[in-house]
């Protein structure tokens, strides 16, 4: 048997690794586009490579993931992330859960799982073919032909994330449907706010809605120089990848600081008016004091004075400040951030148990070329472990 594996990123080594392993009998040749391999594996959580995530419930497992959740649920079954956890454990590579349960290896360096990866692809004699890209690939009796010229029974492909469709023609070319893809996981651009002055501050719980849509997440915030970024907002652009790109990433986004509802704003207010403090100097919202100070200055209320001093329409527009603030967004960045693909292979085409094409027999996909994608914390990682892992297995059956 001869497997032919389209793409070195996590997804083709895992496949690669899986298919050679299970049968040493078959010859396994990875073709990777370019002269490195692995490539985001390196630039991968900052470099720490964020592996898996310490999610060990494939229910709850799969609400992670924006596209596919239904798919991988399937997927899981077979290999999930406790599997990921003993896998590189089993191969000398031992991870570590951090507070918020994202999985690094102890070492804190992307290299180790690098070096892992490949040490597993020489052992186990898989032959990579560097600067190999595959244009064309033609499905035949028994079969398929790569670029007009190499022969092999079995094709996984693992080429990624491609934002352009045109970069996808080769599979069109063969019949296989591909939902549009979008990206997701950006942060918010937003030059006109002068909100950016206070780059590098943190709101630890937050809500983020998007004007006129349904669109809601919550969680921490981070101020940037080009706008916001962080947990609250990575959700929305994941979840919203399509509505946002609809909206050419012009919109308004409202952020109820400390995600409170209007009446516990009112009633924290309201306690606070009592007060003899100065207001600079009683927050009472667990907000950073210099969010704080901007959000006063915002609705032009001297901060200097003291909390019994708020008359009734100042509290009203600090109320207004705290739970519906406004902010206009008018482009994306994936700036030194994760991001992924939204779109790509439609999954009604591909079997979850196995990651075979429905349209061709001996046809496997795995990793971000499918229409899958997570939020953030190791779930992009993990659905390329679990296709690829998937997509090798049954490829040598
Ligand atoms: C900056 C950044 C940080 C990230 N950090 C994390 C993280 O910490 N945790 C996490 O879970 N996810 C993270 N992600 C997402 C994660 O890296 C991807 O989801 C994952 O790498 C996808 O793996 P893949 O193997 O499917 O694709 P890729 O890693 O994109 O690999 C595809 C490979 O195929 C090759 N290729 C493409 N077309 C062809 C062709 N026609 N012929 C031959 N070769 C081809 C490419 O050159 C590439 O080497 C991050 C993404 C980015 C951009």
Redesign the pocket.
């Known amino acids: 048997m001869r497997i032919a594996i ?9 496949a690669a690794i899986t298919a050679q392993s299970s049968d040493s009998n078959s010859e396994v040749i990875l ?4 002269n ?6 390196k ?4 470099g ?6 310490a999610c060990f419930s494939i229910s709850e497992l799969a609400k992670n993931y924006p596209r596919g959740g239904g798919f991988l649920k399937k997927a899981f079954n077979h290999f999930y992330t406790k599997d990921t956890v003993e896998w590189f454990e089993q191969r000398g590579v031992e991870l570590k859960k951090e507070d918020d349960n ?1 999985m690094f290896p102890i070492s804190n360096n ?1 290299q180790t799982i690098i070096d892992c990866l490949k040490s597993e692809c020489d052992k186990h004699k898989v032959s990579i073919k560097y600067q ?4 064309n690939i033609k499905p035949l009796e028994n079969g398929y032909m790569i670029n007009n010229d190499v022969l092999v029974d079995k094709i996984i492909i ?5 934002p352009k469709i045109e ?1 996808l023609q ?1 599979l069109l070319d063969i019949g296989l449907e591909i939902e549009k893809p979008v990206p997701s ?1 950006f942060t918010f651009n937003m030059p006109n706010e002068d909100i950016i002055d206070l780059m590098g501050v943190v709101a630890p719980n937050v809500s983020v809605h998007i004007q006129g849509d349904k669109l809601k997440h919550i969680g921490p915030l981070l101020i940037t120089h080009w706008g916001m970024s962080g947990p609250a907002i990575l959700k929305c652009s994941a979840w919203g990848a399509r509505i946002l790109a609809g909206k050419n990433y012009k919109f308004n986004v409202q952020v109820n600081w400390s995600n409170l509802n209007e009446l516990d704003y009112k009633e924290i207010i309201k306690e606070n008016k009592k007060s003899y403090r100065i207001i600079a100097n009683k927050n009472p919202f667990n907000l950073p004091n210099r969010l704080w100070l901007y959000l006063i200055k915002k609705i032009d209320v001297d901060s200097k004075i003291s909390w019994n001093k708020l008359d009734k329409k100042s509290g009203n527009k600090l109320l207004n400040v705290l739970f519906n603030d406004s902010y206009q967004v008018n482009s994306k960045t ?1 700036f ?5 693909t939204c779109g790509g292979i439609s999954l009604h085409q591909i079997n979850p148990n196995t990651m075979e094409s429905k349209i061709h027999k001996g046809l496997y996909f ?5 229409d899958i ?2 939020v ?9 472990w679990t ?2 892992y998937l997509a090798g297995k049954n490829s040598v059956i």
């Open positions: 389209i793409g070195g990123g996590a997804a083709g080594f895992m073709f990777e586009k370019s490195k391999v692995l490539n985001k594996v630039i991968s959580g900052g720490r490579c964020n592996v898996t995530n994202r992307s190999n890209p595959v244009k693992a080429s990624g994330g491609s970069a080769w996981l994936t030194k951030e994760e991001f992924v795995c990793g971000e070329i499918l994608d997570g953030t914390g190791g779930f992009n990682f993990q659905s390329a296709t690829g």
